[in-house]
């Protein structure tokens, strides 16, 4: 119960790692605030945060409004009356492509949401953070640690984040709000399992054994589920981590070293 009786708003639940930040905190204590811009997906994970004992408000928020983000601040406050604990998860995925013919406004675009909506968000539940003395988590990603094809944009918007995290670290400090950011490599979710199980068919093997192959580039020769991504992000906002600020914790299963 690392988290009992507190507050933390959950950005970006979805059927993934999303769903698995909000139930994983329920697990450890706390009330949950869900955003994200479905409401049905919103509603399938409150129940399942009730299910836990703990209660779950859901706020249908697009974080690139700015009228949405003072909104779901508003509610928090009405409802809970505090925040302690803020997982942005919410972003936006920019084209798939090389730099040189990667679309321009598609990279807008990705920079609006992941980078600019997540500091709209944490703007907008500052105060609160502040009063709790609380804890801001950011989701970021193993690409932060390779270049490879064709993930530029992406690796560029990540690498805002991550750099706008430690800022935000130095920034929120002195008024006692600790911000960390956690990057996943490989999450064993319903995208990647689709994806291996595609790549197998192609291959005429199995999804076992490309997951196995998958697995190898890893030290623990396994790939990451979504409760292992969510357990480093309770324990970022716990007291565990009290003295723990302006980092970034790699969760991959040992694919990366940094």
């Not at 930040?21 to 409401?39: K, M, S």
Request: negative net charge.
């Amino acid at each position: 119960m690392l988290l009992r009786d507190k507050v933390v708003v959950v950005s970006g639940v979805g059927p993934g790692l999303g769903r698995s930040l909000a139930l994983r905190c329920a697990a450890a204590g706390a009330d949950v605030v869900l955003a994200a811009r479905t409401e049905k997906r919103l509603r399938a994970v409150a129940d399942e945060v009730a299910e836990l004992g703990r209660e779950a408000l859901v706020v249908p928020t697009d974080i690139s409004d700015e009228a949405a983000a003072d909104e779901l601040a508003s509610r928090c406050a009405e409802t809970f009356g505090r925040v302690d604990g803020l997982v942005n998860n919410a972003f936006a995925l920019p084209p798939l492509a090389d730099l040189s013919d990667a679309d321009l406004a598609g990279i807008r675009a990705g920079f609006e949401t992941t980078v600019l909506g997540t500091l709209r968000l944490t703007r907008s539940l500052t105060p609160a953070l502040v009063d709790s003395g609380g804890s801001v988590v950011m989701i970021n990603s193993a690409v932060l640690r390779h270049s490879r094809q064709p993930y530029g944009a992406y690796k560029m918007t990540k690498s805002a984040l991550l750099s706008m995290a430690q800022s935000l670290s130095s920034e929120l400090g002195p008024r006692g709000v600790r911000v960390n950011t956690l990057a996943p490599g490989y999450i064993w979710a319903d995208a990647l399992k689709w994806y291996l199980g595609h790549l197998a068919e192609q291959r005429g093997v199995t999804r076992d054994e490309v997951y196995a192959e998958t697995a190898e580039s890893t030290d623990l020769r396994r790939l990451p589920e979504p409760d292992d991504i969510a357990d480093s992000a309770v324990f970022l906002l716990s007291t565990l981590a009290r003295a723990v600020t302006g980092q970034c914790l790699d969760v991959n299963a040992g694919e990366f070293h940094h």
